[in-house]
């Protein structure tokens, strides 16, 4: 965290990128867009951009198309990635809707040009948008097949010069071992990039993590389902883990 210990006056970073699945989206019920889990998430950001905070983020497509499990079925990779982009700028849409009905103005920014959709990527526009407090939702990863959305996320927390990147998962931090199989599972309060790679923690794909690694960019892993848990780390309360240079 911040040299000076956060409060809600002066929440812990001032710019920050939150990365969550598409499989959040979908709630219990398997499959595709879930309206209320999602208004509760655009609930959880509004709570942090009340503080102030300027927020980008990536949301994955897996609720609707995965790409890798699309070539798995014998479907040639790069269509399959293309339109695994296509189902995250879906999800990026209903999340601008559920932040907008909340009177937050987003923007939806696509790596790939449509424009009667959304906006085309353009870095200085984005960063523009986000100093003026309006969140910036990107979305078909990086433009290019073979890119995960958690490497589209770390990217794009570089160019906009975010000070952390915020992975939103169902479980409260990083763990030696599953938490939902093993009781026994430790949870880690601080732990290092080469750590993640060297025992596979799984925490984002090994390209996403050696480019934070690379630009020293901290990564703190929390649990979405907690009320109130993005803005309380930003307060400085709350369970997690970070992943930085230690």
Do not use: W
């Amino acid at each position: 965290m911040s040299a000076d210990a956060p409060t809600p006056e002066k929440p812990a970073y001032k710019r920050v990128l939150l990365k969550i699945s598409g499989e959040a989206l979908m709630g219990d019920q398997g499959f595709g867009l879930h309206p209320p889990t999602v208004e509760r998430i655009a609930q959880e950001i509004k709570s942090v951009h009340d503080l102030g905070v300027e927020i980008c983020l990536v949301i994955g497509g897996g609720n609707i198309f995965r790409g890798l499990q699309g070539s798995a079925q014998g479907m040639e990779r790069t269509t399959a990635d293309y339109m695994g982009m296509l189902a995250t700028v879906m999800n990026a849409l209903a999340m601008q809707g559920a932040l907008e009905s909340l009177n937050i103005h987003t923007r939806v920014i696509s790596a790939i040009p449509m424009d009667q959709v959304c906006e085309p990527y353009i870095r200085r526009r984005a960063v523009r948008h986000l100093e003026k407090k309006r969140v910036c939702v990107f979305a078909a990863g990086t433009g290019n097949p073979y890119f995960t959305t958690d490497t589209a996320a770390t990217l794009r927390a570089n160019e906009m010069s975010c000070e952390a990147i915020f992975k939103g998962t169902q479980v409260d931090g990083i763990y030696d071992k599953d938490p939902k199989t093993n009781p026994d599972a430790v949870r880690y309060d601080k732990v290092s990039y080469n750590e993640v790679l060297a025992k596979n923690l799984r925490v984002m794909d090994a390209s996403a993590i050696a480019l934070a690694r690379d630009n020293n960019k901290p990564i703190v892993v929390f649990s979405l389902d907690e009320p109130g848990g993005f803005a309380g780390i930003l307060r400085g309360e709350g369970t997690y883990t970070i992943v930085g240079e230690f």
